[in-house]
């Protein structure tokens, strides 16, 4: 039994987050925030994560990449989550993780090796607006007759501004879905700036107007099965990302409350305040672990991964919500301005705990596979 | 039980409708429409109507007339909260200033000081800050670091207050100051009103989360204060702002519970738009708010009713506090949630702008902070409603 | 503005609150939870509470009662509820109700005095076993062609053995709902005892084989209508019982922290424990509100009746299942004990928060009311 | 990552199937089997079973062998948990002795004590008690007024023990008591290994809220205690009482897990049985239990490997216990909630006996209370593991 990351893995996990400490602390970040209408899409930090391999984790080793799992995965979404970094690094690496399960030799040769070392930036555009993430409401978009041509509205998309490649997921005219790959600059594609109050990200609705797509295929999975499991892989890491969020937002509460004196005593030594704390910490490891399980689930085809990824998901979801409003109120009034980093926090916690599948959507599935 | 009101606070109720009818601006209602003005100009459009509403008698509503009030009664200040948010007026400028200071005023005050402070106050020609709070004391009033030594007739204050609303159109501010050398905690402070326009006297803006400033910091580097421009006595500026505190607690619920309903039929709306509205799930949600505004309605008529028998509500403003400020934040805390990816987008559809309701969300976050924080109320309901040992 | 009970009511809870601790204190209690199989309809109380005018007060001057309103019963189901007294008050409260609202002159002539004298126990059926209070999940019991016999099973039927008259909410042939009344010893009558975990009740489910019932007709109401108002009567008198319980689970437990020590110091005096308190107290004093408002939505006719009803018995029943399980808590292990009292408390709360429709019910109801 | 056992720790784990399903009659399975039974029946028949098990080899998987145990690794137990739990293995009779007193003695006990003591213990023999807390103490376990005086090679005990489990059926137990007159807190302190069939001791069952009775008082009216049956230094008994209770931690979770997680099926059973299973509320209500359950599971695979890894847990096993017991507590709190009136209903339907799965929903209030409260646990989070200060 060894439940925990190796060594390699703590040790993959510190350079990266020496990395970021280092070249893209929290005034490179406010720097991204204060400039909404740039790309959001700083090179530093992009260069060093693939210098590091960040972004070639996932991509098999007859593709230049590292050939490494989601658990390896996910110790970079963590780091990234707690440092509050911007950037397309999730949706480049779902975007890989979509050719490597669902596309073709040729697919994979075609694209991979330029994921893999950053050189092209990918997305996926899994929603229609307002729709659901398993595509129980229908997908936002549709192929026509031909299986060639998209049209639709997916939304939100990350980083759409920025990506090269698009992995979008549609339904065929005989209602089946697929992923497609859909290139930057095709015909009818468009991309509307739909603008987040979270400043670490950049988000749009992708439209297409009978715009060229290719379906991934010949790979180990196909249709609806490819879908979801590149939906699950965007819940672990998100929730990677959230608990990196909510890790790193109850350090810094404790870390200031450890000091900060109010009626004569530091605010840390206040029970009402310890005993909340203590819950979130609770609550947050909590989510260390179902967010490593998840993961290892996946790596290894675990029969029960269906409910890790809803259990890690929903948890870390509700731990990053918690613990970043815990952070604005026990941080008093300064934690509300917007001098201050807890607003970071707070913001991607709040953005990102919907994407792939909010709290309550995971619930649900779980309450499906246990209940029905 | 009897939940009506006097014919006369009706009669008063339909005269104040009519002028609300034509006084305010049907794009005042529009729910980014104040956002969308620059701050100064947004504030000189209320400090305008609100002038114009003094004159047209509509300000001061239980004030003694003598002070340039209507002398009205606890149901018309009621009524006055209820009609305003109905008809879409904009926050009163002199929102602390009217408060807390006047009646404090017209409580202590020298007749000087009447004279000087609530007749201007009321027409908007002097706008009054508060200066409660000092850097990194949070809801500890006491903690008070400004220091006032005495040179001649004035003192020379030296210190910075934060959290001072609307500090960047602010004429004069009252504000605690240690007087006495050495002094701690409750002891020692002076309760001063201090000329915001000159040298010594600096404000700056305090941007929120939000984008939006409706704070500031109040920078004191020798400023001068005359001695007759202390409120109550020298040193006794703690019983001074207990005093000024103890007006806070009021009928203000029937208001609050006006505008937080219309903002959860605001969000309802947007669940329709986005197609959440069939979700049983976030309906729990909704509705949980709902029970609690409701509450918050039932609650502000008890406060009414203990107000118009004369009652000291005490320590009971702490849960009027703890249920407006909890549900509020639930309120907007719910609209994160049923809208899903939708609620982090500041135009998820073309149409749609959903930053007037970000910012709301983001300023919930603030009202269990500010104003004794929610931590500081369970204490007070704690100790001082329940009688549990400190 | 006169938000408050008037002194008459003040005065008359006092009444009823003095009889009780004089007369019916823990220990009678105690004697009833013990003896589960005796009938839990203690005769000193039952005729107590008839002599106070509290089986009368909502019955109409005419027919020997009080003619007084819904706001006035409240306070008796609210002393009744803080004192865990056992007995079916309620229920022949409901069942006179029932009859002041959709009875013919004639049935209320047959039977409200015998109830407001106490001389009859009355008791009402009105869901299904399993089924949900509105009757949307179907009713339990139907009425043939005929009209007049009625078959099916309803559950909980609050002391249906002592009872002599029975309302029971039926479907007609033609679908239509109403309500019944049925005797007891009527043929096909019979009651299986179903047993409560809460020794202060006694429960049954009410089986009907071919009953003869009549319907009750000629009244202000009827149908669904009538229906719908007895089932609102029900869930304010509960709620009241449940704010009792809840603000007597709260001020046992607030007096026992002031004083009992641990690490040398007033349990009382811990922050954690003083913040639950106060939320305790918040929500315990918003139900409180809550059902006034409610009750007297009732007696006006009030438009917002029904939000004010939904808005009573959610926050009530979750002030209540609140408070009990906090009096467990913060007793210690005491309050785990069969000797202390807080489980007659915790187990009245439990029993009593879901009739009439639960908390989850009644927000629904609420969310139907201004969502949809 | 790797969550499997080794070759041998699965090996262990057949043989333990095998024997479990030779020795568990079918009908022990059934949810009311126990409470069925009368106490002393319920006692002496999980006695034998348990004496049987030691006699094939399943008991003291991690002991050494030279005092009688099998000399397992932290895995093997771990399976052992799951796999008793599994086959519906009763509760162990000799539970705080086995936990607590075993290993204090193999660490610190005199070798008379060694060779006494866990032999018989671990064949059911001798039944331990345990005697921690003092009548409203709580969870204060320093607060021990229960006195011993020493009177030639005996010390003279008298006072009061309270939450005692198996008392009515204890032969001995192991208690603080006070030997050094006028001391306080944790000093003067001395851990006893109490004879309970003498005249001096008399136990009392303590009936619960559910109608049950696991636990009980134990009364000492000069009760007799030879000096040599004093574990560890006199008068250092709160050393002794912290390395007993620091064999709390280990990887009982996954035995946890399994037990809980088998409970929330059958909570799932009736709410089909009752229609409730196809409510969105009350399936996010048991799908949040099941969130906290599969948490406890990973969380006892982290555990396990702490232990593996010969790591010392310390406060960690704080947190566990705040996630089991909260976790039990939600899911039969869940219970309540779903099935609605049905819920405390004794029998709902004439073929629906409900009083097992209320009876656990009662217990389920107690384990937030007992073995260290939650309030308690929390501070010793906030306190040991995020250094906030004291």
Redesign the interface.
Known sequence: MFFALTEDQQAFAATVREFVADRFDLDAVRAVVEDPDGDGHPMTLWKGLADQGALAVLVPEEHDGLGLGLLDAQVVARELGAAVAPGPWTTTVLAAEALRLAGSPAQQAAWLPALAAGETVGTVALRGEAGSWDGRSGRGITVDASGERLSGTASPVDYPAVAGLFVVAATDADGAPGLYLVEAGAEGLSVRDQRTYDGTARVGAVELADTPGELLTGGTLSGGEAVGAVTARGAVLTAADLVGVAREALTRTVDYDRDRKQFGAPVGSFQAIKHTMADLHVGVTMAEHAVLFAAHALDTDDPGADIAVAVAKAKASDAAWAATGAMIQFFGGIGFTWEHEAHFFYKRARRRAPLFGSADEHRERLAALTID | ?????TAEEEQFRAELRDWLAGSIPPEWAEPGFWRSLDDDESFRLRREWEAAKTAAGFSGIQWPTEYGGRGGT??MK?IYDEETVRAHAPQTVNVLGLTFLAPTVMAIGTPEQKSEIIGPMLRNEVIWCQGF?E??????LA?VSTRGVRDGDDFVVNGQK??TTNAMHGDKIFTLVRTEPGSE?HKGLSMMLIDMHQPGVEARP????S?ASEFGEVFFTDARVPVKDCLGEIGQGWRTAMLLLSFERGASGVGQYTEFRRQ??EI?EQ??R????DD?????K???C???L??LR??A??I??QV?QGRDLGAESS?TK??WSETFQDLW?AF??VL???????????DVDLTPY?AQA?WS??V???GG???V???I???R??????
Not at chain 2, 274 to 277: K, V
Not at chain 2, 340 to 350: C, H, I, Q
């Open positions: 039980m009897d939940l009506t009101y606890p149901g009621a709070s850097p990194g004391a949070g809801s500890d903690a934060i959290w905690r305090l941007k929120q989360m984008g959860y039929d309802v669940m329709r986005f197609g959440r509205s049983p799930v976030a309906r729990q909704m509705a949980n709902l029970v609690e409701e509450c039932y609650h008529m008890h009414l009713t118009e849960m703890l249920q805390e994160d949630d899903g990816p939708e609620a982090s987008l500041e135009r998820p559809r073309p970000q983001m976050r603030s269990t902070i500010w924080s929610s931590q109320q369970r204490n309901v704690a100790e409603v329940l009688g549990l040992p400190r």
